[in-house]
């Protein structure tokens, strides 16, 4: 079945430091595919989207590229700041309408 | 919009107590789903429905587990009865009719539920 893998947190980096979080995904046909942010006390609330190959999503410094080759969604941003200290999921929506969550990296930047 | 509304914030109670979890979806989304989050499980879907009629409800723990959605504006997520591992945060999300997954779900801020 569709699966996502992204890497093990925690993930601590200094402000303006350079952010990458890793995801790769398994599904059938053409999912999109989705990070999600959750900051604490807080719901998930979408961060980026793609929806075909090479696609890139952006929002708030943030970016993912679609790469069906290599059936990863790696997030980055350039210069991190403490508020983006979070919980990141990245998701794929495959053949149904279910979103298929990965376990989710916590990032801490420390000022 | 309001966004999604989830009553209550915070739930305590001891274990064989019946506890009710409750969703406003944002006006106008056809889909709602109720998730569970746990540090060791993660985000787990449990059911969703489409136009109030529950779809997938493969992942629902147990029995103890019930959710409806008598109208478009209102869904519940009931644990009858309650146990300690039930403890977690749940969550409720609504989107637009998504096609293959394509639409973005609108997460509510969770009730996190604690069964002594």
């Known amino acids: 079945g569709d699966s996502v893998t992204q890497m093990e947190g925690p993930v601590t980096l200094s402000e303006e430091a350079f952010l990458t979080i890793n995801c790769t995904y398994t599904a059938t046909g053409y999912p999109s595919l989705f990070w999600y942010v959750q900051y604490p006390g807080e719901g998930l609330q979408l961060l980026l989207k793609?929806?075909?190959?090479?696609d890139k999503g952006s929002n708030k410094g943030f970016e993912a590229t679609y790469r069906k080759e290599t059936t990863s969604f790696h997030l980055e941003k350039g210069s991190v700041q403490v508020s983006d200290s979070a919980v990141y999921f990245c998701a794929t929506g495959g053949a149904t309408n279910k979103l298929i969550f990965g376990t989710g990296t916590l990032l801490a930047v420390q000022p | 919009d309001a966004g999604v509304i989830q009553s209550p914030r915070h739930e305590v109670t001891e274990m064989g107590q019946e506890v009710t979890l409750r969703c406003k979806p944002i006006s106008g989304h056809d889909y709602l789903f109720w998730y569970r989050q746990t540090m060791m499980r993660g985000l787990e879907l449990l059911i969703y429905?489409?136009?109030?009629?529950?779809?997938?409800d493969s992942g629902m723990p147990e029995d103890r587990f019930s959710a409806k959605m008598p109208n478009a504006s209102f869904s519940t997520l009931k644990i009858q009865p309650s146990e300690p591992r039930d403890s977690a945060v749940y969550f409720c999300?609504?989107?637009?009719?998504?096609?293959?997954?394509?639409?973005?779900?609108?997460f509510g801020p969770g009730t996190r539920l604690t069964v002594l």
């Open positions: 793609a929806t075909k190959a090479d």
């Open positions: 429905f489409n136009n109030n009629v529950p779809i997938d």
């Open positions: 999300a609504s989107s637009l009719a998504p096609v293959r997954g394509t639409d973005t779900q609108y």
